[in-house]
């Protein structure tokens, strides 16, 4: 491995700010380096081709080791958020966790909430028309496809309106936590979140266990499996998950997605003119073009082998999904944006055991306001320059200005 670091170079820093303007030139030479290769900078080895991102995804020698942050006395709840979550938990846990979250995930449970989706959407776009009107523009990101989100689950997990703007500011100060470059400050501000962020999912889950409401913690609260209900810490941790991954997935994705219609014009006419009948195939382009999250890591529980690559246990691997939506002997003609590719294997959502659980309510919030933002604004253009955020691992922007 040790040659093959050096043939790669791979000391190049993920948050390098052309890196992060444009990742697929250099994710394209990583894969075509080998499947697997070594990052010497970061210590890890990534996979980089589709077969073995897949393969790191799946195998059940690789898991989701979760490893608590030092000091204990200023990490311990930002530590057990994660340790008590489905994402950073292993079978047997994982299993029970994810068949007691499943139900509330069900397709059709989640198709049941289109009108209510629907609704935010066309509430949003209203006041996006209005400030439109008075200055001339609008943010796609802060106006649009941020907030929608946020309400959705938060509707679900019955957290009143007003502490919607709350639950922003916490999700994005713990997930900055899983990018490399963090400054003090950084780590500062996620420990508070994740103090903040328990506090008020306790004291909510807490009303739900004594007066049970129609939402998605009261079911949580009640349901069992294996004879088991989530512990209190379970609970809350899953809360925060539940907002946090449904909403960076959603946020992003829409945010990459759009912009990559305005880079490829052709293809927004195509979705502009009919987007009901194109927007499922496009929403799947969206995610595997310029995928939301590049990045997630696996740590082997045994020796096991990747790809020809030979990993020992306790060594982490992690696979480059942005490099695998891009992989030419799975897609054809990879870096063509098409709103009408099929198939689209993409795994943008991850495979496996750890596979996206709120998959299909991204999958339905962006088939809502994808189209819904196309028919209200048929002539949608850029009105300045996006901003994108400085992050690797997390792909997004932080503001993109429109008109239409």
Known sequence: MEALAK??????????????????????????????????????????????????????????????????????????????????????????????????????????????????????LDAAAAKQAATGSFDLIGDYAEPLPVAVIAELLGVPADRRDDLRTWSQRIVRMYDYRRTAEDEALARAAADEFADFMGEVADERRTTPGDDLLTHLAEVEAEGERLSERELVATGVLLLNAGHEASVNGFGNGVVSLFEHPDQLGRLAADPQGLSATAIEE???????????????????????????????????????????????????????????????????????????????????????????????????????????????????????
Not at 368 to 377: A, D, I, S
Request: glycine share 8%.
């Open 286 to 404: 969206m995610l595997r073009f310029d995928s939301p999250l590049q990045l997630f890591e696996r740590t082997a529980k045994e020796d096991t082998e990747v790809a020809g690559v030979t990993l020992r246990a306790g060594e982490k691997i992690a696979a480059l999904l942005g490099a695998a939506n891009r992989d030419p002997a799975a897609f054809d003609d990879v870096d063509a944006f098409a709103v009408d590719r099929s198939p689209n294997g993409h795994i943008a959502f991850g495979a496996g055991i750890h596979f996206c659980l709120g998959a299909p309510l991204a999958r339905l919030e962006l088939g809502v306001t994808v189209p819904r933002l196309l028919e209200r604004f048929p002539d949608l253009r850029p009105a300045g320059e996006p901003t994108r955020r400085d992050t690797f691992v997390l792909r997004g922007y932080h503001e993109v200005p429109v008109a239409g």
């Open 7 to 124: 043939a790669t170079g791979l000391d190049v820093d993920l948050e390098d700010p052309d890196l992060v303007r444009d990742p697929y030139p250099v994710l394209s030479e990583w894969r075509a380096d080998g499947p697997v290769v070594f990052h010497s900078g970061l210590g890890l080895h990534l996979a980089c081709s589709y077969d073995a991102a897949n393969a790191v995804l799946r195998s059940k020698s690789l898991g989701r080791i979760w490893t608590d942050r030092e000091p204990d006395d200023l990490w311990r709840t930002f530590n057990w958020l994660h340790s008590d979550s489905i994402l950073e938990s292993e079978p047997p846990k994982h299993t029970r966790l994810r068949a007691i979250v499943a139900g509330a995930f069900a397709r059709g449970r989640i198709e049941r909430l289109r009108p209510a989706v629907a609704q935010i959407a066309d509430d949003l």
